[in-house]
């Protein structure tokens, strides 16, 4: 069997990814990251999808990218609430992490040169993407060329290796659909970015409307939403 | 003043090119990880390298590579002691830490967008390379290339990213030369993987004996060696 690292954020979109990695017949490797996140469902999330879709190993690394700071995400920055599509296309949000999916497939890159993988997949997608930049397909292409620069595999031994974006091109919708196909429960993933007191999706960030309008334009109901115990 | 993040491990190399940002008139923001090293020795050297040449401020990111493993630097495999220069050129070492400088690029990148700084300085050379792919210039310019499209200052304000290296086509002796031309006290670095149990440079490791063959071409003696509380 062919090995894969799939990057596993506990979200909608990772957990897709991951299911077609293994749809198309990879043992996957899931690497997760605790990196200073403002709350720790990410991972419990994290842990429930790779056990709910069974995969070879999982690790989380710990990145303290807290020192760092600049993001909402994992500085003491505001989540912005209730933003419309057209608001959340104007300019990158707040909580856009500082080079996160760079800081993210290098040290994917890293674990895939020592497992003897050549094939990473991680579940960007550019059009419900919230104007991130390192979601872009030019911005993947240029971290696979310098990828296949920069490891001891590459050089030594002329391995190729391999970004995989199977959602780049999709709309939420569409990524919900062929997760529902390859039999993904979505109730066990975890979107939101600035969850309330009580432990429920805010229902107002961004990532909780794009989930939101995803499920609403594949026309389906997010399980998630009804799982009383989250 | 134009800030610079430079990438400071404690050896002879970073410190070097540190000193060579600051004659360039970079305020430096100096950058150390924490990522499993067998011994906290190179950390250590750091703060004494970041405290003699004054920077503005220096941080130690903890990324855990332990548990990716892979590495002699990071895992229980032995270091190598006593190979000649043929020896170290004929094939990539155990020492080698699978997709290190791309890890560590991507965290300065980061830190750099935060700052607001184009400018990011790494001490590697291509001569005494001891063989990592990722000390070659055609790796450093497809690191930089990617990192231009990876970030919000690239993409929103049109920043410029540079990856200086200013070492690149430097010997060792070259290195060290410039340094002592800088005021470096390379009393204060650290070069050795494997200490001895009185920590003493082990003599043996490519490491050291690169670092040797440095002194010894420049016609001079390491102040380190002469150092009697290391």
Chains 1, 2 share one sequence.
Request: charged residues 20%; hydrophobic residues 45%; glycine residues 8%.
């Amino acid at each position: 069997m062919k090995k894969a690292v799939v990057l596993v954020s506990g979200g909608l979109d990772s957990t897709t990814a991951l299911a077609m990695a293994k749809a198309e017949g990879f043992d996957v490797y899931a690497l997760s990251f605790d990196y200073g996140q403002r709350h720790a469902r990410e991972l419990a999330a994290a842990k429930r999808v790779t056990a709910a879709l069974i995969v070879c190993r999982h690790i989380t690394v710990h990145v303290d990218m807290s020192s760092i700071g600049g993001s909402a995400l994992t500085a003491t920055i505001d989540v912005p609430k209730g933003r419309s599509l057209a608001e959340m296309d104007r300019a990158i949000p707040v909580t856009y992490v500082p080079a996160r999916n760079t800081i993210f497939l290098s040290i994917a890159l890293a674990w895939a040169e020592v497992l003897g993988s050549r094939d990473i997949f991680i579940g960007v997608n550019q059009l419900d993407y919230s104007g991130y930049p390192d979601c872009r397909p030019e911005y993947i292409a240029a971290f696979e060329r310098m990828a296949n620069l920069a490891t001891k595999a590459g050089v030594e031994e002329g391995v190729r290796l391999r970004i995989h974006t199977p959602l780049i091109h999709m709309s939420k919708a569409e990524i919900i659909r062929k997760g529902m196909a390859l039999g993904v429960d979505y109730a066990v993933t975890w979107s939101c970015y600035d969850p309330t007191a009580a432990g429920r999706p805010c229902g107002r960030c961004d990532s909780c409307l794009l989930r939101q309008k995803g499920f609403s334009e594949a026309g389906l109901t997010d399980p998630l939403l009804a799982t009383k115990n989250l």
